[in-house]
């Protein structure tokens, strides 16, 4: 999630995170990573280190707010609300289970879901991660 706004600032959903331990699900994966950057390379995320004079569209994120949660919550009556996504952010036609579409902002390689509807989770514990 991201933490940090290309301005500086700390993000408002990041602060309400923080704040009250709950967010609105997005991309996500299982493996446990100590850095934005591990997780900006990982998920093949546009980072702020992409950002340049040449290339200035904005960052996606920094990965830097890392949210601990019971997977339990992803299931409504038994059935998982997660699906694999589709590549580019979705408007690709192949679907990517492990991040690939994106090699020129990171590895890639990491399993990822996304939700099938709106659900906001309530995590265990929120980390705010450094930036290397």
């Given at each position: ?29 299982f ?14 995320i ?59 902002y ?27």
């Amino acid at each position: 999630m991201k933490y940090k706004n290309a301005d500086g600032t700390i993000n408002e959903y990041a602060q309400q995170a923080i704040r009250s331990k709950e967010a609105r699900l997005s991309y996500f994966g299982f493996d446990k990573f100590e850095s934005g950057d591990q997780v900006t390379e990982a998920f093949q995320i546009r980072a702020p280190k992409h950002v340049t004079s040449l290339d200035p569209d904005p960052a996606w994120s920094d990965g830097r707010l890392r949210l601990k949660f019971d997977t339990l919550q992803l299931f409504e009556n038994g059935k998982p609300n997660v699906s694999i996504p589709y590549s580019h952010g979705g408007s690709g036609v192949n679907l990517e289970p492990f991040t690939s579409a994106y090699p020129h902002y990171g590895s890639g390689g990491v399993q990822q879901l996304i939700p099938s509807k709106a659900i906001n989770i309530e995590a265990i514990d929120v980390n705010i991660l450094p930036e290397h």
